[in-house]
């Protein structure tokens, strides 16, 4: 469904109805803190922040994808047999030899932009939580 500027608006009406920004203020003077404190670069935390907010603001989620790379990643952290987990047995064993070869291609950059995202989220967020 397309978001009109009507809905656009009505949302941003909300958003600070609700007091969202507010909200990420105290979010990002937390995280600013808990940055120093980690010894992590303040600039690159407030990136990761502002994009996260945007995020938020657009509705997006995570994909199912990346949430299986986060649980792999959670669970038994980087394997050499990713690729492999991550596969689809059936849909891959419909495919011809260069399809194969483009899926698992493919699959390697989803897996190599999965990691990257899980280690930006793992360095701003997951780590400071197990502390």
């Not at 502002?50 to 603001?57: G, L, M, N, R, S």
Request: with cysteine; charged share 40%; hydrophobic share 30%.
């Amino acid at each position: 469904m397309e978001r009109t500027l009507k809905m656009l608006a009505k949302e941003a009406k909300t958003r600070m109805k609700k007091g969202f920004w507010k909200q990420c203020e105290e979010d990002l003077v937390h995280s600013r803190s808990h940055a120093k404190e980690n010894g992590i670069n303040e600039s690159k935390m407030e990136r990761y922040f502002a994009e996260k907010v945007t995020t938020q603001i657009k509705g997006e989620s995570p994909d199912e994808f990346y949430l299986r790379v986060r649980d792999l990643l959670l669970s038994e952290g980087e394997v050499s047999d990713a690729i492999g987990r991550l596969t689809d047995k059936e849909y891959y064993a419909r495919l011809s030899y260069s399809e194969k070869q483009r899926y698992t291609l493919e699959l390697s950059q989803r897996y190599l932009n999965a990691l990257e995202r899980f280690k930006r989220e793992y360095e701003f967020e997951l780590k400071g939580r197990q502390a």
